[in-house]
């Protein structure tokens, strides 16, 4: 249940599942015509069930602001449990509006409707069972594309080793410092600081993403990350987020000055 499960935080992308789930809800009511819906005239019809899918979509959008605070305190780890509990909430909330509904706006004139078990058995459970897969499929499928959009977006820190490396956003890579034969890279998950230690040389690594600025012959950095300057007994360094320090050589600093000046204005 703590498994990870796509999700799409994209406000747009749960506003058409909310239009496709209260379409959805009027043509399987249109065409099921549960209960009495057969004996309604054709206004009545449209316009009741209407309201109902009305009350679907609105459920769905009810709750997404209590989607995303779940999402923000998770750090963004959306999981199968969190995927279910959302889920059951909208079902909950939803069943309750529409019995809401039934009893006083469809039924208000009326002093025999259908007892609530009866409609659980007779519409909702049939109705849910109808209607949560095309939920589930559609968020399942945002997620997914979104997931498959992320990754597009990440870089890879490949290693001499068949199974070395480390994919990350180039926002989130600091720095990154040679170590004998290998590098350490120094990056953000989420806001903690993170380092990895990969078999590779740095003059790889600058040939492959000269995005990153080669401030001395031990060190890239991303100038995103850039806070400001520092000197100490004549020699230069940059201070980097998580206030990382980095040395300056003088070979480096009259192109480390023109991109850190053309950045920073």
């Given at each position: 249940m703590n498994k990870k499960y796509p999700f799409d935080p994209d406000l747009k992308h749960h506003l058409i599942i909310a239009l496709g789930l209260a379409i959805w809800i009027f043509v399987f009511l249109y065409f099921t015509e549960p209960l009495d819906v057969s004996s309604l005239s054709n206004s009545n019809k449209l316009l009741?069930?209407?309201?109902?899918?009305?009350?679907?979509?609105?459920?769905?959008?009810?709750?997404?602001?209590?989607?995303?605070?779940?999402?923000?305190?998770?750090?963004?780890?959306?999981?199968?449990?969190?995927e279910f509990n959302f889920l059951f909430i909208i079902s909950f909330c939803a069943i309750a509006m529409t019995?809401?509904?039934?009893?006083?706006?469809?039924?208000?004139?009326?002093?025999?409707?259908?007892?609530?078990?009866?409609?659980?058995y007779r519409i909702f459970l049939p109705a849910i069972i109808t209607i949560l897969p095309i939920i589930i499929i559609g968020r399942f499928a945002f997620g997914k594309f979104r997931n498959k959009k992320t990754e597009a977006q990440k870089i890879e820190i490949k290693g001499e080793g068949n199974y070395e490396g480390i994919r990350l956003f180039?926002?989130?890579?600091?720095?990154?410092?040679?170590?004998?034969?290998?590098?350490?890279?120094?990056?953000?998950?989420?806001?903690?600081?993170?380092?990895?230690?990969?078999?590779?040389?740095?003059?790889?690594?600058?040939?492959?993403?000269?995005?990153f600025l080669r401030t001395h012959r031990s060190y890239l950095i991303?100038?995103?990350?850039?806070?400001?300057?520092?000197?100490?007994?004549?020699?230069?360094?940059?201070?980097?987020?998580?206030?990382?320090?980095?040395?300056?050589?003088?070979?480096?600093?009259?192109?480390v000055k023109a991109v850190m000046n053309s950045t920073t204005m």
């Open positions: 009741w069930l209407i309201g109902y899918g009305l009350i679907g979509g609105f459920c769905y959008i009810l709750f997404l602001p209590l989607q995303y605070l779940i999402y923000k305190k998770s750090k963004e780890n959306w999981t199968i449990k969190s019995r809401f509904y039934y009893l006083y706006v469809i039924m208000a004139n009326d002093r025999n409707p259908y007892d609530l078990w009866f409609m659980l180039f926002k989130d890579v600091i720095c990154i410092q040679s170590s004998d034969n290998y590098i350490e890279v120094y990056y953000l998950r989420g806001s903690d600081l993170r380092k990895t230690l990969i078999r590779n040389k740095l003059s790889v690594l600058a040939n492959d993403f000269p995005d991303n100038p995103y990350h850039f806070l400001q300057w520092k000197t100490e007994k004549s020699k230069l360094f940059i201070i980097l987020f998580h206030h990382i320090e980095v040395p300056v050589s003088r070979t480096y600093q009259e192109n």
